[in-house]
């Protein structure tokens, strides 16, 4: 297998782009990507997107967007996993570069959510559940989180504020990230004044759906330009797990088991621990899953994730920094895409170039995005050094 280095990023602010299609977003993060690694012509484009076929009509989503692009004959395909779509794509991708079968590839992740009404997306996110037993019964995404909160705080007697750290901790960061979807910073006392969206869950625990595109360009370190400006950011490690669909039919719906496998094989790869990342970009869809998140990667015990969030812990100079640019919350959910964002965003903090929101002296970036209720758990390892250093 070759080392596989991250060349290139770009990216759309995440918000309602009224005013662009779902090509005219793909297209402005591909052209921001070819510009960042210049010389670097992609054989392959693979793109993460979720709900396209359901809300913009629109399949064929790697044909389209190779053609809008100028990418001529191009190999091109669709990658779907729900919300660990844009995960995916990147996974795929990885696979083809290391194996040598690709020479350069180009990862998309695109989601065009603002066009339809709220009921019809929130239907739509539900294609992630279940048909035959979970939403075919009303059960949507929002709902499903809502219950597992409930439960979380009923067995672990968590106060009902208790994870508000996760939303200050996010709009915090997202202060500082000129593509987050909300830019300012709130207060614990906002968070406990919020109104219920599905209670427990208010309305800071729960993220925006959003547009948004968001690319890299993946190649082998030896195939970079001599006069490459960056540096490079390795793929130390990638893994994907998954479990079962419907949550009822789980031993503990508190146990995201497929996002601890992943996390463990992503590590083993990249010959790490997770503790000794620098960074984790988590997927906090809803803040029930920060908590299960981080207590799946072996971050804190059941039922003590939560606690992390407490008194800065998971801030840019906390112990270990979290959605270091706002993460779904704050940046923005933009579905299928997120996974994609989340590698830029690490990406950024291992050249150094993160701004305002850098981790001081990271080197290794632990991602995570989950499909559903963590049916799908896609981890990867970034790192500013290759696996053999």
């Keep these: 297998m070759h080392e596989v280095v991250i060349a290139g990023i770009g990216q759309t602010r995440v918000g309602e782009h009224w005013e662009m299609s779902i090509r005219e977003l793909a297209g402005t993060a591909i052209e921001a990507v070819l510009k960042d690694a210049p010389g670097i012509q992609p054989e392959a484009l693979y793109v993460g ?13 790697g044909s389209l967007i190779a053609d809008y692009a100028g990418l001529e004959n191009v190999e091109a395909t669709t990658v779907e996993a729900g919300g660990a779509s844009g995960a995916m794509a990147l996974r795929v991708a990885y696979l ?10 180009l990862v998309l992740g695109v989601e065009k959510l603002s066009d339809q009404l709220p009921g019809e997306t929130e239907a739509a996110f539900a294609t992630n559940l279940d048909a035959d037993f979970e939403a075919v019964h009303g059960l949507t995404m929002t709902a499903q989180a809502a219950m597992l909160m409930r439960r979380y705080l009923h067995e672990y007697d968590v106060p009902q504020d208790g994870f508000a750290g996760f939303a200050v901790n996010a709009h915090a960061n997202g202060a500082g990230n000129p593509n987050a979807m909300f830019q300012r910073a709130i207060k614990p006392e906002t968070y406990a004044r919020a109104g219920m969206v599905a209670e427990p869950l208010n309305m800071f625990d729960v ?38 669909l419907a949550l009822h039919n789980r031993e503990n719906p508190l146990n995201l088991e497929a996002a601890r496998l992943s996390v463990e094989r992503a590590c083993a790869q990249a010959d790490i621990q997770p503790k000794d990342a620098d960074l984790f970009e988590l997927f906090d869809a809803y803040s029930i899953y920060s908590a299960l998140s981080l207590e799946a990667a072996g971050l804190a015990e059941a039922g003590q994730g939560w606690q992390l969030a407490q008194n800065g812990g998971i801030g840019i100079d906390g112990e270990l920094p979290v959605t270091t640019f706002g993460g779904l919350k704050a940046r923005g959910n933009p579905g299928g895409a997120t996974g994609v964002y989340q590698a830029i965003e690490a990406t950024l903090q291992l050249r ?7 981790v001081p002296g990271a080197k290794t970036a632990l991602i995570q995005s989950l499909g559903g209720p963590g049916s799908t758990a896609i981890t990867h390892v ?3 050094y290759p696996s053999d250093a």
């Design 49 to 61: 997107n979720m709900l396209a076929a359901t809300l913009s009509r629109q399949s064929q989503l």
């Design 96 to 105: 083809a570069v290391a194996s040598g079968a690709i020479e350069a590839a």
């Design 207 to 244: 993220a925006p759906p959003a547009d948004g595109a968001a690319a890299l360009l993946l190649t082998r370190p030896d195939l970079l330009p001599d006069d490459f400006e960056h540096s490079p950011v390795y793929i130390g490690g990638s893994s994907v797990v998954t479990d079962k």
């Design 352 to 358: 150094h170039k993160a701004g305002d929101n850098q």
């Design 382 to 384: 970034l790192q500013s």
